[in-house]
């Protein structure tokens, strides 16, 4: 259970850290602005960690069998499956921040908009690390790895909410969340850097960013030019459309393998 919850437990100790600076240095109204823009991210973010979690059993079992060929090709492909799905969510969730803010929490949260846009890439910083931390630190035992990056993300957190609280507010807690975020996944890749048994920076990992990144600059285009709520459903529409699009010109090898999957079932 521990190994299962600490990475949602630190998540949960910045936001409770957050809300509670915020009420002290800014006030009530910051603490609204900020909730509301956090619990939207932490959403998102399920979908991006929910690979981890499901795969750390079987992560486990292959390194306690010495299946060490078997335990790289499935970090991997969970790797992949964690940018896959992060990249478009975290540019996604940015171009859609003012009409999720209006739809699940209504137009007096408006102010929340800038700090969701802030939070929205710790779905692809958290997601990497959860996978790195659940999925291939613990399995082979290096859980002091993870208690490390966790702890400084914690204290980098503590400061820099410090420091830009009382400027920003609400989105100096955001940003300081997305540093301490930002922290704790560059600290695991180096501390952990000898055992994660595939290369970080594939050509998978340019696939995704540059779909994103185009799938990005249409979503936003097409949100000026389309009224709420409509504009919501458009955008993903018109967002997954050109992604995947993208990634089967591109051949990406994980879409490529579940259109083959889809005919040969079909057959």
Known sequence: VYKRQIFSLATSIHLQLDKAMLGFLADN???????????ISHL????????GTVMLPRAS??????????FRVLTQKSYQFVLLIAFPL????????PALIQLLCGEMFANATSSLQILSPIVLIIGISNLIGMQILYPIGKINLVTISTSIGAIVN????????????EDGAAFSTLIAELSVTLILILLGRKYIPFSLITKECFYYFIASIVMFVIC??????????????????VGLFVYITILIIAKDSMIMDLINRKICNQL
């Not at 936003?220 to 529409?237: C, D, K, L, R, W």
Request: hydrophobic residues 50%.
């Open 44 to 51: 998102l973010l399920l979908l991006a960690t929910a690979i």
């Open 29 to 39: 109204e910051s603490v609204g602005y900020y909730s509301a823009a956090s619990q």
């Open 90 to 97: 975290s540019l996604g969730c940015i171009a859609l921040s």
């Open 220 to 237: 936003v285009s097409i949100a000026q030019f389309t009224v709420y709520p409509y504009n919501i459903f458009v955008v993903i529409g």
């Open 158 to 169: 503590l400061l820099l909410n410090v420091i830009f609280i009382p400027m920003f507010r």
């Open 61 to 70: 079992n292959l390194v306690k069998n010495k299946k060490y060929d078997e």
